[in-house]
């Protein structure tokens, strides 16, 4: 069951972000080490998009250490002015649509989530227990708690490219937990692409992806199958016993790593192609990885992250 009222509480949340990016001026959050860092801050990119415009390396000195991606897209839109607003207002007005669309992900994981349990449970004869457990959308719950948090506010207006961090993360776990193999390994690529750390993610979606979202143990069916030898029916209209429940599968997986593959090559093409002349492959990976893993660049004030 949807919350009351969710979609008047989540138009509010992008009207206040939209009331803020409009009319808030100037917060000065650009300048907190907490909001914007070397690896977001929409300063440095563009920093490194006006340097790429005069056939430099967006790498020279110590500037920028984003991705070559984000030059492209967002590059074009810092150069932009509007008359009485901050300069990086049109690339806020596209956080405000990708925190939307991270909300509507998260939403839609939720349901995934929610109808896995209930098939779950269906097939352990529990539907007494589906019948009566708390029908509060998880999804519906989740996306307003993202699209009011403080947090995620704070970065959707603060000059920094942390929500397409975000939205790349949540499109990884929503193509997980939905077991799209393609569209996890992109967002799972992409992530890492942009910030690296989303790396330690692969144990969670493997086993997303292996066992399927909201398993119960196999040794519940496995009991389940003992007092009662039934069939049930798949989504497809096969048969299959319930020992088939909750066993790890590694097809997906393995279809996964094919996809992380091919989408890790056609990054690597794009960004090749963006910083033809103008660097390279090896300059990107000691600018960007290499910055994350050595943070050699203390400004501003890094150290407080950690």
């Given amino acids: 069951m949807e919350i009351r009222h969710y979609w008047s509480m989540a138009?509010?949340?992008?009207?206040?972000?939209?009331?803020?990016?409009?009319?808030?001026?100037?917060?000065?959050?650009?300048?907190?080490?907490?909001?914007?860092t070397p690896l977001t801050s929409l300063r440095r990119l563009a920093e490194g998009y006006w340097l790429k415009q005069v056939s430099m390396s967006p790498y020279s000195g110590s500037m920028y250490h984003g991705s070559p991606l984000l030059l492209s897209v967002l590059g074009p839109l810092t150069s932009k002015r509007s008359g009485g607003h901050h300069s990086h207002i049109y690339c806020s007005l596209v956080f405000v649509a990708v925190d939307f669309i991270a909300a509507m992900l998260i939403r839609s994981t939720g349901r995934t989530l929610?109808?896995?349990?209930?098939?779950?449970?269906?097939?352990?004869?529990?539907?007494?227990?589906?019948?009566?457990?708390?029908n509060v959308s998880a999804g519906d719950t989740a996306s307003l708690i993202y699209l009011w948090n403080p947090w995620t506010i704070i970065t959707c207006v603060g000059s920094c490219t942390s929500p397409i961090e975000n939205l790349m993360v949540v499109i990884m776990l929503h193509g997980a937990c939905s077991r799209l193999a393609p569209l996890a390994a992109f967002g799972y690529v992409m992530a890492t692409h942009l910030s690296l750390y989303p790396a330690i993610l692969i144990l969670p979606v493997a086993l997303l992806l292996g066992y399927?979202?909201?398993?119960?143990?196999t040794k519940v069916f496995l009991q389940k199958g003992l007092s009662a030898n039934k069939i049930d029916m798949s989504d497809n209209g096969k048969g299959t016993s319930q020992k088939g429940f909750g066993q790890f599968s590694w097809k997906p997986i393995l279809h996964f790593i094919l996809w992380v593959f091919i989408w890790s090559c056609y990054v690597l093409s794009l960004n090749s192609i963006i910083l033809n002349k103008v660097g390279g492959l090896q300059e990107m990976f000691e600018k960007t990885y290499g910055f994350i893993l050595t943070v050699k660049d203390l400004s501003p004030n890094i150290g407080v992250l950690w």
């Fill in 11 to 36: 138009v509010a949340a992008v009207g206040f972000r939209l009331v803020l990016v409009l009319f808030g001026g100037d917060l000065h959050l650009a300048s907190r080490p907490e909001v914007s």
């Fill in 114 to 134: 929610q109808m896995a349990r209930n098939r779950s449970l269906k097939s352990l004869d529990l539907t007494k227990s589906v019948n009566n457990s708390v």
């Fill in 212 to 217: 399927g979202p909201d398993t119960p143990p």
